[in-house]
């Protein structure tokens, strides 16, 4: 098939970031103004992403992996990321959807790898199978402080009455959690090229804001687009 002329390619952009520091919300905000400005465009998230891959979610969300140890938990991910990579991600990027996806490889080397201790070998290898050249155009990493990203997790959970999750890895110490921090932010500092660290402490609109300055300059054919 001939491709169209001046086509541009769809865009792969990744949230990476603690618990509760606001991916999912962004993630929503971006989808909403990429398509205001008439980019096709899907979210997604991992793990998960496709019907197999959400089924090896709730395996390890409920903690059943959890005896086997971080690798295995990390080749767990792997396989889930293989089918989104295959199943969801190529094909909407080859027929020019931009995706969205809340979290992605460097979740894999930040809790499994460089804070679960999983050696470099095990994570790189698993990285380059399961992405197959997929590498994101970019990864928005959402920093501050796990302290107070709890507090507003707890804060809203209260709020709205919800039951409070304790998935696999919440539960961990906050310790454990300032190191898991410190580690996303070496990512990002070692793939400077793709990695941009937004600080996540400030209002949903105000993260919005500077979450759009760096996309749109990211991304030149967003420039002057109006909006829908
Ligand atoms: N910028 C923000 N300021 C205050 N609360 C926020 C902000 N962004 C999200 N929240 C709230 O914090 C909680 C976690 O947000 P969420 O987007 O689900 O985070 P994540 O996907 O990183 O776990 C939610 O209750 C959400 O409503
Ligand atoms: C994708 C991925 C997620 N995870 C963890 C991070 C989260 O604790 C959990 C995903 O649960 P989720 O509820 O999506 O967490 P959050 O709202 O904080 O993004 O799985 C890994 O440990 N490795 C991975 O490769």
């Known amino acids: 098939m001939l491709e169209a002329p001046n086509r541009r390619p769809a865009r792969f ?27 096709d465009v899907v979210r997604t998230r991992e793990p998960g992403g ?27 991910f792997a396989a889930a990321r ?7 991600i190529a094909p ?33 290898a698993l990285e380059d199978l399961a992405l197959d050249g997929h590498t994101p155009d970019l990864t928005i990493v959402l920093d501050m402080d796990p302290l107070t990203a709890f507090k507003r997790v707890e804060q809203r959970t209260l709020e709205e009455g919800l039951q409070a999750t304790g998935d696999r890895f919440e539960k961990e110490e906050i310790e454990w959690h300032q190191l898991l921090r410190a580690n ?8 400077p090229d793709r990695c941009v660290v937004v600080s996540a402490e400030q209002d949903e609109e105000a993260l919005e804001t500077a979450i759009w300055t760096v996309v749109s300059e990211r991304f030149p054919e967003l420039q002057g687009r109006s909006l829908a």
């Open 82 to 88: 293989l089918d989104h990579v295959n199943e969801m």
């Open 13 to 39: 952009i990744t949230f990476e970031g603690g618990e509760g520091v606001g991916k999912s919300t962004q993630v929503r905000r971006l989808l909403t103004n990429l398509s205001q400005r008439a980019i």
């Open 50 to 76: 496709t019907p197999k891959a959400e089924a090896i979610r709730s395996f390890i969300l409920q903690g059943r992996s959890e005896a086997w140890g971080a690798g295995a938990e990390a080749v767990l």
């Open 184 to 191: 996303f932010l070496d990512i990002a500092r070692n793939n």
């Open 92 to 124: 909407n990027l080859a027929k020019g959807t931009w995706v969205i996806s809340d979290r992605f490889c460097d979740s894999t080397r930040a809790y499994q790898g460089l804070t679960g201790g999983v050696d470099d070998r095990l994570i790189n």
